[in-house]
């Protein structure tokens, strides 16, 4: 095999490569953006009926559809952020562990992770608010 | 007032007897799991058996993994986000079948067995009991999974996914407990 050859194939595989990462990268991203926006970032085109009545009342259903889609994705990002601080906690409980922690280290660990999840998973403090909706 | 106004009002006053009554459940089941590690503290003092740190750590980030599908899916139906909500329960129920899998597939197959005095009845007690409430709440979150796929639930009368999801999050909460009651409290004895 000569040397042309040799570097066709060595520009060819490096090219494959970079548009396979481009590509998986882009996945990811756009994985990561439903995950933790709901898909939120995603805005209908700007565009709407010529009326002028229906337009104004296409643009209240769009802000509606808008807001109700934030606060969809402020939601999520609350999970996200709650999953984040108790897999840290329990990773410091883990190390904690490792360094020789006394009983009562370990148990304030998981007091602090049972007051997170009743907080923002079990919603305690909303609990007899009439028809709070979780 | 409408009649469907005058439903919806009589659904939120049930909502509240129904969260009073779930509260007053996992307060009888605080008991027995207190309990359990009283026992925990009592037999086995400053000591543990040695088990698999690396199967622990693993089962309990399953758990909260879990906990977070549920809670996208109790947040997915209050904005009538259906398919995530019918997609995170799955992914709930799914993590809640790994999480077996690890306890009583790997865990219980270890050197350790019930029949070995103070160490086998107390881990066997203590994960057994949370295995057969993780087993419940599978089946919990599949009844509502079906329910959801034949359209029973909206953002406004959602209680039978809001009472999955506390169960299934209280369920969690004991493990936050047990897990390191188990695996990480005392020094091992081998």
């Not at chain 2, 659904?11 to 590690?37: C, D, H, K, P």
């Not at chain 2, 993590?95 to 029949?115: A, D, K, M, S, Y």
Request: some cysteine; hydrophobic content about 55%.
């Amino acid at each position: 095999m000569d040397s042309t050859t040799i570097f066709v194939a060595v520009v060819v595989f490096i090219v494959i490569n970079i548009i396979g990462i481009a590509v998986t990268l882009a996945v990811v991203l756009y994985q990561l953006n439903l995950l933790i926006s709901g898909g939120a970032l995603v805005v209908p085109p700007d565009t709407g009926p010529v009326d002028v009545m229906e337009q104004l009342a296409w643009k209240k259903q769009r802000d509606d559809s808008l807001a109700s889609k934030a606060r969809l994705s402020s939601a999520y990002r609350t999970g996200v952020m709650v999953l984040l601080w108790l897999a840290f906690l329990t990773a410091i409980e883990f190390v904690a562990n490792m360094i020789g922690a006394s009983t009562v280290a370990m148990f304030l660990i998981a007091f602090i992770k049972a007051a997170i999840i009743l907080q923002f998973f079990m919603h305690v403090s909303s609990l007899w608010l009439e028809g709070e909706s979780h | 007032m409408s009649t469907e106004t005058s439903s919806l009002s009589e659904y939120r006053e049930q909502l509240t007897n129904n969260r009073l009554g779930l509260w007053l459940f996992f307060v009888s089941e605080a008991f027995l799991f207190i309990g359990l590690l009283a026992a925990r503290f009592y037999l086995w003092g400053d000591t543990r058996p040695d088990l698999d740190q690396n199967l622990g750590i693993i089962v309990t980030v399953i758990l909260l993994a879990s906990s977070f599908s549920m809670n996208r899916a109790e947040t997915a139906i209050v904005h009538n986000d259906r398919e995530t909500f019918l997609n995170s329960l799955l992914v709930t129920a799914s993590l809640g079948v790994v999480f077996l899998i690890g306890v009583v597939g790997f865990e219980w197959q270890g050197h350790i067995r019930p029949q070995d005095g103070a160490f086998g009845a107390v881990l066997y007690g203590m994960t057994g009991m949370h295995a057969l409430h993780v087993l419940s709440g599978i089946v919990f979150i599949l009844i509502v999974w079906n329910n959801g796929r034949n359209g029973h639930y909206n953002s406004e009368r959602h209680w039978g996914v809001e009472a999955c999801a506390i169960y299934w999050h209280y369920v969690d909460l004991v493990w936050v407990f047990f897990y390191p009651a188990i695996y990480l409290m005392g020094k091992v004895v081998h």
